[in-house]
């Protein structure tokens, strides 16, 4: 997928004008709630008011996820398009593992994230051409290097906030009175999975709410940064097992 070269100049919305111009109902936003997807969903919205808006309900989301889902969609009367874990992978998921699998190890956390969330994702990005995410290159060292524009496989992958920082986000959020997820007010600075994200303590790195009980890896859950090496073969056996039909 090609790209003219002034695009990853482009202000975050005209970056977001663009690609609605240029792939209309193949493309779309991709969010979680956070803050950042906030100012996405925001921007979005502004220009064309029928954008698709895309999350992922993995099943262990937070009441106030959902309750958060509800404002969005009456303060912008939109759909909001819910992709889910397939079903019957996350059952053999289940089954083989457990419910809370993602305590036993770094593995078979990643195997939780795939199947629930890079999973059905990935189906989904079948019916797009481009899609925009709220990553930040000051959210951690994983994202230190994301790119405004970056080609994902057949099709293209915005970070239209690639280079703002905390202050901007919030800027935007105060002036244009977006929704604010309400988990942020009980000292989350990531919103996730209801059992993998916890509220973090002043001084503590922005994704340290994340897995906190790892010790060491990223504190991604694949959608973004792929997962390499000795992991990811282990990975891909565990994925096996619950893909084999
Ligand atoms: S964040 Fe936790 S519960 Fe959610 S998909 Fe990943 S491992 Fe599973």
């Not at 193949?26 to 925001?42: C, D, W």
């Not at 994983?142 to 800027?171: F, M, N, T, Y």
């Not at 390499?228 to 056996?237: A, M, S």
Request: some cysteine; charged content about 25%.
């Amino acid at each position: 997928m090609n790209f003219p070269p002034d695009v990853p100049s482009f202000e975050p919305e005209q970056l977001l004008s663009w690609a609605i111009q240029q792939f209309g109902q193949r493309f779309a936003v991709v969010t979680s709630f956070q803050k950042e997807g906030m100012v996405l969903v925001h921007m979005a919205v502004q220009i064309f008011p029928k954008v698709r808006v895309l999350t992922i309900d993995t099943g262990r989301m937070p009441e106030e996820t959902y309750a958060m889902m509800e404002t969005v969609r009456q303060h912008y009367n939109i759909s909001i398009e819910t992709l889910t874990p397939d079903a019957t992978e996350s059952s053999r998921l289940v089954t083989l593992h457990g419910p809370n699998l993602f305590r036993q190890s770094g593995a078979l956390r990643k195997l939780c994230c795939e199947v629930r969330k890079v999973r059905p994702l990935a189906r989904k990005m079948t019916e797009l051409d481009a899609f925009a995410v709220g990553l930040r290159r000051g959210q951690s060292e994983e994202r230190a290097h994301v790119e405004k524009v970056a080609v994902d496989g057949p099709r293209l992958k915005l970070s239209p906030l690639a280079d703002w920082d905390e202050e901007q986000i919030e800027k935007y959020l105060t002036e244009h009175q977006v929704p604010v997820h309400p988990l942020y007010a009980q000292g989350y600075a990531t919103v996730g999975c209801h059992c993998c994200t916890r509220a973090i303590q002043p001084g503590e790195a922005l994704r340290a709410g994340r897995w906190w009980w790892e010790n060491e890896g990223d504190k991604e859950c694949g959608l973004h940064v792929t997962p390499k090496g000795q992991l990811k073969r282990e990975l891909d056996v565990l994925l096996e097992e619950i893909t084999a039909s």
